[in-house]
């Protein structure tokens, strides 16, 4: 009985070294198959970012932005200032027409 058994085990051993050796073989051919269909994607796929197209209207206006001077910090206290000032106008108005709170 024990060498039928042995026997039993050598035969499934051997079959599953088969089985291993062809998988093997089918990875490493995937795994080629794999690099060239990579190769050939990355020569096929330019950038994913498309090229900038600049028309004569956003030359101009991107000249503009440039000649655009940035406010003095003076004159934009002063326009704050002036902003409050017709805020406060405004609720004044307001505030006689409607009693409602809200919280």
């Not at 795994?31 to 269909?37: D, M, Q, S, T």
């Not at 096929?44 to 900038?52: D, H, Q, W």
């Not at 932005?65 to 307001?94: K, N, S």
Request: hydrophobic letters at 35%; charged letters at 45%; proline letters at 4%.
């Amino acid at each position: 009985m024990s060498n039928n058994r042995v026997e039993k085990l050598e035969s499934t051993v051997a079959e599953l070294e088969s089985t291993v050796e062809g998988l093997t073989d089918e990875l490493i051919e995937a795994k080629e198959r794999i690099r060239v269909l990579e190769a050939e994607l990355d020569a096929e796929t330019p950038t994913r970012v498309p090229e900038r197209r600049v028309t004569a209207e956003q030359e101009q206006g991107e000249a503009l932005e440039e000649e655009t001077p940035e406010a003095e910090p003076d004159e934009v206290a002063e326009a704050a200032a002036d902003a409050d000032d017709d805020d406060a106008a405004d609720e004044a108005e307001d505030s006689g027409s409607d009693d409602i709170i809200v919280a």
